[in-house]
């Protein structure tokens, strides 16, 4: 009964302010049991819940009570649109770690900068949506949310809010913008709005023009004053879009969070690539220095991994199922063919597309999808992405080509049998070949059955321009059941939710990899179509995102080490800023990282050039050429417990050396010889001088043929290729490395390995007199003709290489301690110099509002 009057009053001023103030009225045992409840409310807090990176703030919030308004009206409609209880338990828990690492309202000064992880389409806004509502019901006077630069998304995520906050009674929120109306400035004062009860709630572009109106409202003296006692809290709901390293935006936010003596921001981004390069020891600046939270991927989520596949990781090395390749969605657009799909520089204004084979493939599979949908009895919106181009004059272009080819489609499928007919059965049955339900107990519609329902999709799909300059967009609410083919620019490809999506043709150059990933409008929820979405895109984009999903895979693998490690978000900076795979970002023009650590890193090399003989023979002659230059150096080949050979305390030169001299295929992107060479110099001349030996280690196979390198006698290991037709001269082998071999120079068996947890490994690596400073190469000599039979896999090719191919595994030392991780940054590699690609086309036009300061 009193307990929640407890929280309330603990949660804005503390527990012993709560019991003082109750002390009069309540026994002592009674006040007891509500602190020892509160105390049990703030530790479910912070044990339960996603990954986080905090800085140690006090626990101070034990969650929300049944007397909040506006999260309880949040809860309810969350339940009224059905949400089942493990989700809303997700959103609770993730809400409530977000707001406890955020500082108590009562302090009287305080800035908390925090970063939420999620993932690309993954339902991030209905997370912030949450904080938001728990921030409100903690008297916060101001809730900005930044959406992004479009006036698209900004209305997307207005409605999105409105329909959440349905439920609380208007008396207490105030609404500063509304579904067509950015902010203006208002006829009122802001102190008359933050010195009552009330919470307003913007939704803002992040437009320096729309930001220096909120701040001309902010900055009176009215509204200082009532600043000092409510709390602001910015939203930042694309956190890596215009803010990080921008002359403009990012001084306008920080200005604002200034003009409030206590001030929150919180960052959510899927893609955390750019905010990692701020500096984390500016105060000023919004760098997450309080807490960096990763939210757990939702059941049933399709992200870069599930469509791309992506490279086995080191926490995955000897487990017994590899990463899967990802679904069979992705369809290549001949690079012959981009220059027909999209204009160059200069040429936008008289550009003509063609409908080429892929371009008409793209457009018949998202009417065969969409009929399959309809006759499943999914009614849901139907979406196709048709993103080639961030010009706004060659976006018109496409439209008669696209109406062309669907009305002669439509007319050809009123003739039973015609060859329209009879093209599109054969790409149903193709298609629907290749990517088989996931749900066994769905059977595949055959091409007679969805027939009836391929007509009406053909007839009733138009064709919509979504671009600043566009007068008619998307909007899904206008009617139910839309069949759309948008084509736009950066509107459609960042931000905003296309429904019901399945079909992407994309051959955008994207130039940075945080845009990229953001531009995955296929990923989301496909409730019941799981194999109907299909992508159209360049082998490049494609061979980009699949080092995208490792990437991803191995930053969120990091945030949660560096929570069981205790980093703080201020080490983690250097940690994250400098991880080798974010040097693509560089070449890629996003915030451009000027160092990269390989520390505590391992590699592999999966792809290699099996036609190619001297490119082999290259590779085979520095190696064998190491383990000659290790002979004459008086090293001893020895046995280890895994069962390689190796030789150790070898002199780091050779190392470089070889590494001077090997070759690494181009779709290995992490794999970069000369960068780790000059990075073990830099090592080597540090004050501990580590990375000054190494050990080089020989992995056989047991029953191998045997091959003579140099002047010893080799066992080949057997490795297969995957079946890949597409690229018939590179040979992918997935996975190299096994998890004993990259502890082949620990004193561990081969099943001790094995049986070992990855962070344990690490450990042990870490605190071994040798090996804690000392880096270990792998070489693996595969043999060029093994096929079934001979080791290989059953579903894998022999390599069928011209010459034996060397394969290198590499691993590096941790360095474990505190002032080991901040001189990482000074032995890293300086990447300032390095070449900056140049995109054709990075933006289009930014909507611009058509009020100005002056008109209000």
């Excluded at 499928?413 to 009879?422: C, F, I, Y």
């Excluded at 629907?432 to 066994?440: N, T």
Aim: charged share 30%; hydrophobic share 35%.
């Amino acid at each position: 009964m009193f307990y929640g009057m407890f929280a309330l009053y603990a949660r804005q001023h503390g527990v012993e302010a709560a019991a003082e103030s109750m002390a009069g009225v309540l026994p002592a045992e009674t006040l007891t049991a509500l602190r020892e409840r509160f105390d049990s409310d703030r530790k479910k807090v912070q044990t339960g819940g996603p990954v986080i990176i905090a800085a140690g703030r006090p626990d101070w919030y034990p969650g929300p009570t049944p007397k909040d308004k506006f999260w309880n009206a949040l809860y309810d409609q969350f339940q009224s649109e059905g949400w089942n209880d493990d989700r809303l338990l997700s959103v609770n828990r993730s809400s409530d770690k977000v707001v406890a690492h955020t500082e108590r309202p009562d302090k009287s000064t305080w800035g908390t900068r925090g970063l939420v992880v999620g993932y690309v389409q993954s339902g991030k806004t209905t997370n912030f949506l949450a904080t938001a509502a728990k921030m409100a019901d903690l008297e916060y006077g101001l809730i900005i949310v930044l959406s992004g630069i479009h006036n698209a998304l900004r209305k997307q995520t207005q409605m999105r809010l409105e329909e959440a906050l349905a439920r609380v009674p208007a008396k207490d929120w105030f609404r500063l913008t509304e579904l067509d109306r950015d902010f203006r400035l208002p006829s009122f004062d802001a102190a008359a709005l933050l010195s009552g009860n009330q919470t307003g709630v913007a939704v803002v572009k992040k437009n320096a023009s729309v930001l220096r109106k909120l701040k001309k409202w902010l900055e009176t003296d009215g509204a200082r004053t009532a600043l000092k006692e409510r709390p602001m809290l910015v939203i930042d709901d694309e956190a890596d879009q215009a803010s990080v390293e921008t002359n403009t935006i990012n001084p306008l936010i920080t200005d604002l969070l200034k003009l409030a003596s206590k001030s929150t921001y919180i960052g959510y981004t899927a893609t955390p690539f750019a905010n990692v390069f701020i500096n984390p020891y500016d105060k000023s600046d919004l760098y997450p220095r309080d807490f960096i939270l990763s939210l757990p991927r939702p059941d049933g989520y399709f992200g870069p991994e599930k469509i791309f596949g992506r490279d086995v990781v080191t926490s995955e090395l000897g487990a017994t199922d590899e990463p899967e390749d990802g679904y069979d969605m992705v369809r290549i657009v001949p690079d012959e063919d981009v220059a027909k799909l999209r204009p160059g520089t200069k040429d936008a204004a008289t550009f003509v597309p063609e409908l080429t084979e892929e371009f008409a493939d793209a457009l018949d599979w998202f009417w065969l999808a969409t009929a399959a949908r309809r006759a499943r009895g999914d009614l849901g919106h139907s979406s196709m992405l048709v993103h080639t181009t961030v010009k706004t004059s060659a976006h018109e272009a496409f439209r008669p080509v696209i109406e062309e080819y669907q009305a002669a489609t439509a007319a050809g499928l009123r003739a039973d049998g015609s060859k329209t007919e009879q093209r599109l059965r054969s790409l149903w049955e193709r298609e629907s070949a290749r990517v088989p339900s996931p749900d066994p107990l769905r059977k595949a519609s055959t091409f007679d059955e969805l027939l009836p329902a391929l007509r009406p999709a053909v007839a009733d799909a138009r064709v919509v321009l979504d671009n600043f300059r566009s007068t008619d967009r998307l909007d899904y609410n206008s009617r139910p059941s839309q069949v759309v083919i948008a084509v736009g620019g950066n509107t459609l490809s960042r931000g905003l939710t296309l429904e019901g999506l399945v079909v992407s043709f994309f051959v955008r150059a994207a130039s940075a990899y945080d845009t990229l990933m953001q531009m995955g409008r296929w990923f989301g929820y496909r409730t019941g179509y799981e194999e109907l979405p299909r992508i159209w895109m360049t082998e490049e984009l494609q061979n980009n995102f699949r080092h995208l999903s490792r990437v991803e895979y191995e930053m969120r693998d990091d945030i949660d080490r560096f929570q069981r490690e205790d980093v703080t978000p201020e080490q983690a900076a250097v940690r994250i800023s400098t991880h080798p795979a974010l040097r693509i970002t560089a070449k890629m023009g996003a915030a451009s990282p000027q160092f990269v650590s390989f520390e505590g890193r391992r590699f592999q090399t999966r792809y290699f050039h099996n036609q190619d003989p001297t490119w082999l023979k290259k590779n085979l002659d520095a190696a064998t050429r190491l383990l000659g230059e290790c002979d004459r150096a008086g090293l001893e080949l020895e046995r280890g417990n895994t069962g390689a050979r190796l030789f150790r305390h070898v002199p780091s030169g050779l190392v470089q050396q070889f590494l001077s001299s090997y070759s690494v295929h181009s779709a290995s992107k992490d794999v970069d010889p000369a960068l780790m060479s000059e990075y073990i110099a830099r090592c080597v001349t540090a004050t501990d001088k580590s990375l000054s030996t190494w050990s080089v280690a020989i992995v056989e196979s047991p029953q191998g043929r045997e091959a003579t390198i140099g002047n010893r006698s080799v066992r080949l290991v057997t490795r297969g290729r995957v079946n890949d037709k597409e690229n018939p001269d590179r040979a992918d082998i997935k996975t190299l490395m096994s998890k004993e071999d990259r502890v082949a120079d620990l004193h561990l068996t081969r099943s001790e390995a094995r049986r070992t947890k990855e962070e344990d490994l690490r450990g042990l690596r870490d605190t071994d007199e040798t090996a804690h400073r000392e880096g270990l190469l792998v070489l693996y000599f595969i043999d060029p003709e093994a096929g079934q039979g001979g080791g290989v896999r059953h579903d894998r090719l022999s390599m069928g290489a011209k010459e034996i191919p060397v394969g290198l595994g590499i691993v590096f030392p941790s360095q474990s301690s505190d002032e080991l991780v901040v001189a990482a940054s000074k032995v890293s590699v300086d990447l300032s110099a390095m070449e900056i690609e140049t995109p054709d086309d990075r933006t289009e036009g930014v909507d611009e509002d058509t009020e100005t300061e002056s008109s209000e």
